[in-house]
């Protein structure tokens, strides 16, 4: 079969040739209606009805892989897709260095990767949770159907990690493919595994924040694993990583349109101080300073998912060739790492100090430290939308020490510049630095919903493109009432 084009014949779309692997086929179409289940009670609420106007993948091929169509969502074919299988292809890292790629999982990996499967398959469905009531406040019909291919696309990453377990890791995959249905986020009894994805998605707002930080966090973990020496989860991965880029562009451009949004309506109301918050609000659009504050937010809880700077399981994971680093094998090094050091930042004596660790134990730090350089790539384009403006206020991304919950830094408090302060101070001014509950009653003030084509909400610019070369005012979604 060619692996490049998709089987549609079978009930799971997939390019793995489900058709004649009966045994995964019967484990996937077992677990189908629980999926189903879960996206009625757990998917966008509100909207199954309506015909969306979607990407379905039906090649792997990069240079053309998707179709778009008007779907109803509970008909999206979500199917098992694998980059191709890369030939005589090596691990590329750790102890096993040059050694041929596994096609089966090692015996004595096998539960540290069924633990790296299962966190990654988890915040899949999580995400789809957080964001499900968004629908109902869409600024626009544009917005609405990038939500939903979001959306959609989670859930297609959850079959993605539910194959893997289900095919190479026997009764206990199966059970795990359970349990990722089962969890629920911010449940108090049976909560998602990772803390970003336990938070609230309350407003749009936050929804491109989370599609810019923290699905920028899962495309880094998801270039680390598509390194893996476990060949299929490689391959897994690395097709994951082609719709992984739309969401970002939806985080990206989402908070370029609200920050292109104020600007104008500050300059047309001849406002000169964008830090005058009370102004700025009166004229219904979301002022700088709150979206900085949002930003603060959803880039410090996206820092956690990354772990502590100086792990072992790190270490471990990549001499065993399971999780590489970030564009491994564009780097120029041994690739083994056994005697090299990385810088990182610890607290020593109450003073943030760089110290050097061996790279091996530092890995988590580094791939925190290239998240955090993409990151910026964004904030460039912001600032040059308020330059452009004539304003004299940038968007920055908080120190590493601020609002942390995980690693060197979870114990103390810092301001976003990175200056130690006293619990008392912390609670004194957080609220000038994360979004207070005014803050949020304002933002959802404004979450009106927009349902016209072609219309966008006052707070929100258009789109400079659209979706497959459609226009901004194509109806995107059809809506069924
Ligand atoms: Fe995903
Ligand atoms: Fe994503």
Redesign the pocket.
Known sequence: MNFMNVDYSTKIPNNVNLSEDRQVLKALEGWHPGYIDWWNDMGPDGFQQSLVYLRTAYSVDPRGWAKFDYVKMPDYRWGILLAPQEENRVIPFGENFGQPAWQEVPGEHRATLRRLIVIQGD??PA?VEQQRHLGKTAPSLYDLRNLFQVNV??GR?LWAMVYLLQKYFGRDGREEADELLRRRSGDADSPRMLGAFNEATPDWLSFFMFTYFT?RD?KMQLHSLAQSGFDPLSRTCRF?LT??AH?MFVGETGISRVVQRTCEAMKAAGISDPEDVAKVRALGVIDLPTIQKKLNLHYSLSLDLFGSEVSTNAANAFNAGIKGRYKETAIDDDHRLQNSTYPVLKLINGEIKRVDEPALTALNMRLRDDYSQDCVKGLLRWNKIIALAGYDIRLELPNVAFHRQIGEFRDIHATPDGVLIDDATWNKRKGEWLPSSDDGDFIASLMKPVTETGVYASWISPPKVGIDNKPGDFEYVKIET
Request: hydrophobic fraction near 10%.
């Open positions: 915040t899949e995400s696309e989670e990453h699905d899962g994951m719709e992984e969401h």
